[in-house]
């Protein structure tokens, strides 16, 4: 007797329309999005070093984080994880959920963040600006739990950017950041970068940069900058993927409490301890040096770069190295840009900003 033919066919007409439909208005918004400026952070000519900032603040959503929900919502999308009617929910610290906010509503359906109840007001306003909502939570470490949670209550996708940042950026190419980044540096006199420098929140950013890197056979080198109370400079010095640092990084949208799985440690080739005030004290500089006004973790990457720039000058190198500009710092005026909230923390700048004073006037070093 022949076997009979077992077909089930799940197919939806009108799941595969809002899907198509979907996945055109996010790609639609790339094409709309000019690439973001690379900025020259001025240094003495005679050093014979460059020193660029990757801005991605002109995103539509102001911030780094805009290429990542982009990317992020096209993995579930095409994944069939994120349905019409149905929430997506994130654990973020801010950055993440205002472009997920932005995306979600784009296609047109609801957005919850989970985040810390510590994350700065101005973040939270930009959210629900994009029509998202905040669930905020008194434990750092509980937005994992509770962002799974509300997604099996709700019947919504948890989109986990922890897990999922690193594999869901097309790195070999495609406009991401690393592509950018050495397309506009080809006219520059040192279009090979020595250095990279980024900053680790879910670790997507930096594996991305350096597996284009490995995989265009460049020679440039990755530095990931890390704040204080985050566990990926232990973790990678340890070679542990199970470091904790329950405490909480001040510095949003980087730093975290556990080593997470967009975390690449065998691409990274150096890593920084970077302490909380050095990283405030040169986003103040910075607003000096350039007229504009960053997020924290800026500071947190700059500050390194600076470091290195340091380096390569005693050593007589010459080159570029590029950072990045995360996000605008009208984001964090009740922080990082006020003194009553620097006494709070007992934070003491003034130290690291004349050291940055010396080092930019040609007279000194970032030890």
């Not at 918004?29 to 460059?50: C, K």
């Not at 999308?77 to 019409?84: D, S």
């Not at 500009?325 to 003034?350: F, H, M, T, V």
Request: charged share 25%.
């Amino acid at each position: 007797m022949a076997a009979v033919t077992i077909d089930v066919d799940r197919s939806d007409a009108v799941y595969r329309d809002w899907l198509k439909e979907a996945v055109r208005r996010v790609q639609a918004d790339a094409n709309r999005s000019a690439d973001t400026h690379l900025l020259r952070f001025p240094l003495p000519e005679e050093w014979g070093i460059d020193l660029y900032l990757k801005d991605e603040s002109t995103h539509p959503t102001g911030s780094l984080k805009h290429r990542l929900a982009r990317s992020l919502f096209l993995y579930g999308l095409c994944n069939g994880w994120i349905r019409p009617g149905k929430p997506v929910i994130e654990a973020s610290s801010g950055s993440t959920a205002i472009s997920e906010a932005y995306f979600a509503n784009l296609i047109g359906v609801p957005f919850i963040a989970v985040m810390s109840k510590t994350t700065s007001q101005a973040k939270i306003d930009l959210i629900e600006f994009q029509g998202g909502t905040c669930h905020l939570v008194d434990n750092p470490a509980e937005v994992y739990e509770v962002s799974a949670q509300l997604a099996e209550k709700t019947g919504g996708h948890y989109m986990d950017q922890f897990t999922y940042a690193e594999r869901a950026t097309d790195w070999r190419g495609n406009n991401n950041i690393a592509e950018s980044i050495f397309h506009q540096l080809q006219l520059e006199r040192h279009p090979e970068p020595a250095w990279v420098v980024a900053t680790a929140g879910t670790g997507g950013t930096s594996a991305t940069i350096a597996r284009y890197v490995h995989y265009m056979q460049y020679d440039t080198r990755i530095c990931v900058a890390d704040p204080d109370n985050s566990c990926f400079f232990e973790g990678w010095i340890g070679e542990d993927p199970e470091a904790l640092c329950p405490k909480g990084s001040r510095i949003e949208g980087i730093g975290r409490p556990r080593m997470e799985p967009s975390f690449v440690p065998g691409a990274v080739d150096r890593m920084m301890k970077v302490p909380d005030a050095a990283s405030i004290a040169t986003v103040r500089v910075l607003e000096r040096v350039l007229g504009r006004r960053a997020g924290g973790s800026t500071g947190t990457g700059l500050w390194s770069a600076l470091r290195i720039v340091g380096e390569m000058r005693a050593a007589g190198r010459r080159g570029s190295v590029v950072t990045l500009l995360c996000d605008p710092g009208d984001r964090y005026l009740e922080k990082y840009y006020s003194d009553a909230w620097l006494a709070e923390q007992g934070l003491e700048i003034e130290p690291y900003v004349a050291m940055l004073d010396a080092f930019l006037a040609g007279n000194g070093r970032l030890d």
